[in-house]
């Protein structure tokens, strides 16, 4: 069950969407996520870098992931809660369980790989010992978009530019 959108959810996309943008320069997918506290203060950033470093582990939820705990110095972010615009894939939802994250909200879904309710749901699998509530669907039309566009430019021959 996908749980309700509020409206600090909206606002938070925004500043998710702000970090996919960052990706323009690469040759990056652009997905970008945050971390917020329950006092809606954002704790770490990220965005895909996977190309940009040549790491596959390099998503935009592990960077924001590795910058909170560096921050925090502490491993377990169990009161935070990560946005992320694209829905996790099976090593993101790892990482967030890992990290003992509560709460994941995203935006579009991600129906080949997604690891929060479309292809696989791991992150609410009752078989593991840390569970996550998930919010998806927030701002999904602004979220796929920014894919749709980014793979329209990737995928263009040059004769159709």
């Known amino acids: 069950m996908v749980m309700s959108v509020g ?3 909206e606002r938070w996309m925004g500043l ?3 970090q996919a943008r960052l990706t323009a320069e ?4 652009p997905v970008g996520a945050i971390l917020v506290d ?10 895909n870098l996977k190309e940009a470093r040549h790491d ?12 909170a ?6 491993w377990q972010l169990r009161d935070l ?16 369980l890992a990290a003992r994250i509560p709460r994941v909200v995203f935006g579009a879904w991600e129906d080949k790989a997604g690891a929060a309710g479309s292809a696989f749901d791991l992150l609410r699998d009752r078989r593991l010992a840390h569970r996550a509530e998930v919010v998806g669907g927030v701002r999904e039309a602004e979220c796929a978009a920014i894919l749709v566009e980014f793979f329209r430019e990737t995928l263009a021959s040059p004769t159709e530019l």
Do not use: K, N, Q, Y
């Not at 690469?26 to 997918?29: F, K, P």
């Not at 809660?81 to 967030?96: Q, S």
């Open 16 to 18: 998710a969407l702000d």
């Open 38 to 47: 329950s006092a809606g203060t954002v704790v770490a950033t990220g965005f």
């Open 7 to 9: 409206a600090e959810d």
């Open 69 to 74: 705990t560096a921050a925090r110095g502490d």
């Open 81 to 96: 809660t990560l946005v992320v615009t694209l829905e996790p894939c099976i090593m993101c939802a790892g990482a967030i």
């Open 26 to 29: 690469s040759a990056d997918v």
């Open 56 to 67: 596959p582990t390099a998503h935009a939820e592990i960077e924001a992931i590795r910058a």
